[in-house]
């Protein structure tokens, strides 16, 4: 399933979050959005499933403007993640994450063989967590229920508003790897928000940079190493690559290769 | 049961619950929805908080009284159930309101992301995610309600509604320590039962035990069929037909309105009940509207608050007859029989005080007044008699309070405060050695007892305006100030009183 934005315009008040973002993801294909705060990527996402409507232009899903269907008929085909999770504190483990299959009317069984088995996908033992509530969870269980509750309905299409952004180095580490093993089977079309360029490199096929509501580039990673399109496409890549130079140079002193 | 007071525990106790939890459950089923809906309007919130919280503030006894002439107006029936209602209801409104808003704004907004996220419709949001959520601080707030209502329900005895509150006001008139405790302990009970009931409830609802819910509904459930088929079994006995007494909130008015039943009975061979300690307007306000048949009312009293009239007539015959025919022109109301003494308004004081200040008259006591306290009950101080007094004698009493009638004749013995403004038949006067200052320019308007019937009964039942028509002067002033202190002292039952009364 395809995503388009089509000349997509997103006004709060005086403010211009979005200004006319012309962009595809293909499908099957994962985009990052990749900008600074206020860059308008999260805005541009959350027109995908409708959390926010355009004010002008329109995003297509499947070749269809998603403003002909209902919100909430939207939302079930469409998976969503974001960073402050959201999970229901009154629900077990396993109610969260048979929260949208329950909407669409399945059955008690097929619920909990779906549940079992998102979440041995995302690497959480079902016998220990089905029935914990959230504030049982670590951050990092809390993260991978959210991740398996957004892919329950086996949407065609996921939307992560940066997932991992409150997490620990290694546990970050960890999802992004499994992330991209979870894409490689399930092969759903995704779009995943992110102000760290690293993150956006490893999890994403292609990567969108915006600034200040406007599309700067978009392209794979190489592309914007080799040729970035201005300064701060540039200064993204550098900082990344300096970062892990800098890194490199601190843990390998005296002159070993790494 | 052969105790009176606790025979009369069943349908007080009942009345009480099927007012209270009525009055509760219209409450919540305003506040939810409202509070719920007000929760999405910041400024619509803002707006029903002060509304709601205005009517918090106005004390429960005034707002119960203000129902009265408020339903009258609208042509709806004016005493008994439907005012104590509303009031309560209004009443039981603002503590779920307020938590309600609370809760609701309060909610995490990303779990609302997150609904959304899910694919919820806002109604499924609602039900499945917001309310769940809110629920415990909604039910603190139903627990608030079921605490004030239960308790404001016995405040609702004076506009005519059967509660515990009967034990209370009629207890606390006739110095009945043990009536009164019975009402209270009750009312208590009733109240720390229905709140242990949400209590469970909430925890069933918050630890998600099915079993507790069910056993808090099922208790609920017992109470209100108990309820039901003791009012049921009260409403078969007392049957059609039958006529209403009313009574005001004090000890002569009880037993009055216990001579005019016993009469009925008697003398028509109708049915014939009491209605206790109504306010002394609504009393009036009820027979005017048929609401009650007959009471008991005072000349002077009918004359100044209820005809507005300033001039004051000092010739019996003639005020009698005048009222007469006013009440009759406007209310259709008629006076049939004048039971033949006065319960006039007077000031008293204790006989030592009295000897050492000599005061003879109240000229008197308004020339050492600067040095003196005064109390009265809760309307003299703003009836025109006092205005007259004021005019005509100008006390100017180094302070002037209001009490509960019952304790006014304890504070004088007691020498709490000097004088008190007392009622003439009033059997304390004698059993606490009281002297009443005499009026001695005579500006206090007669106060005859005299019998009131509604219209309906003056048009529509000859046989019991004959029979209350032979009281005519069968009690004199003496008789009724012995009933009084039997009563008042003595804590004989007033029907037993009453009984003697007509046996004489």
Redesign the interface.
Known sequence: MSIVWRRAVKRFGDRTALASLDLEVEHGEVLALVGGSGSGKSTALKLV?R?LDPDEGAVLVDGEDVRAIE??????RVG?V?Q???????WTVAENIG??PS??GWDRARIDRRVDALLARVELDPAVVRGRFAHELSGGQAQRVAVA??LA?EPPVLLLDEPFGALDAITRGQLQRRFVEIHRELGFTGVFVTHDLGEALLVADRVAVLADGALVQVGEGRELYERPADRYVASLVEAAIEQADLLRSRLCVRGESP | MTDPLLAALPERLAAHVALALTALAAGIAVALPLGVWASRRPRVALSVGAVAGAVQTVPSLALLAFMVPLLAAMGLRAIGYLPALLALSLYSVLPVLRNTVAAMRAL?P????????????PG?RLFR?EL??AAPLVVAGVRTSVVWTVGSATLSTPVGATSLGDYIFAGLQTSNHRSVLVGCVASALLALALDAIVALAERGFVRRRRAWIASALVALLVIVAGASVTLARGRRASGRGAITIGAKTFTEQYILARVLSRQIQRRAGSEARVLDSLGSTVAFDALAANQIDAYVDYTGTLWTTILHRAEIIRDRRRLRDELDRALRARYGVRIVASLGFENTYAIAVRRSLATERRLRTITDLARESPSLSIAGDYEIFSRPEWRTIEQAYAPRFASQRSMDPALLYDAARSGQVDAITAFSTDGRIATYDLVVCDDDRAVIPPYDAVVLVSARVARERPDVVAALAALERSIDAAAMRAANARVDAQHEDPGRVAETLLRR
């Open positions: 499933n959390l919100p909430h008929a939207l939302r079930r969503y974001f402050r999770l959201g999970l229901f504190p009154h929260a949208t909407l669409l509750r957004a309905a | 995490d990303a779990v609302l992301e997150a609904a959304d996220g899910v694919g919820m419709t499924q995610v769940p959520l």
